[in-house]
């Protein structure tokens, strides 16, 4: 099992849960959330606007989900999420060691998907 975060651009948010549900991944969990990557938030233009100051809005997604169903959501994100423009994001996997399902005491992979 593994837990894929994903930081993005928020005006890509649509498309890429969209491709994740087409990937049959349905499950995630969408935060916003302030960062900066290596131009340190300096400058970024978005929806026209440059952003001056140290932290932009992101949106971070987050999945766990089952080894099979780990290339389908990186593809998804990494297709979707795309401008070719900084700021763009990145996409982190971890080990996953456990999942539990509280309803039904489920885990592992059972209370994954
Ligand atoms: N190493 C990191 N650790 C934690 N968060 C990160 C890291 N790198 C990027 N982020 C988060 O992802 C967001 C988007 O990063 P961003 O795409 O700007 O990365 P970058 O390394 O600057 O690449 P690029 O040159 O394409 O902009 C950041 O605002 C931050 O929230
Ligand atoms: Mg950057």
Known sequence: MKYIIAIIQPHR???VLEALYKADIHLVTVSEVLGHGR???LTEVYRGHREMGALLHKIKVEIAVN????KPALEAI?????TGNVGDGKVFVLDLKECVRIRT???GSKAIG
């Open 13 to 15: 948010t649509e498309e």
């Open 39 to 41: 131009q340190k938030g």
């Open 67 to 70: 080894d099979a169903f780990v």
């Open 78 to 82: 990494e297709h979707a999420g795309h």
């Open 105 to 107: 005491g489920e885990r």
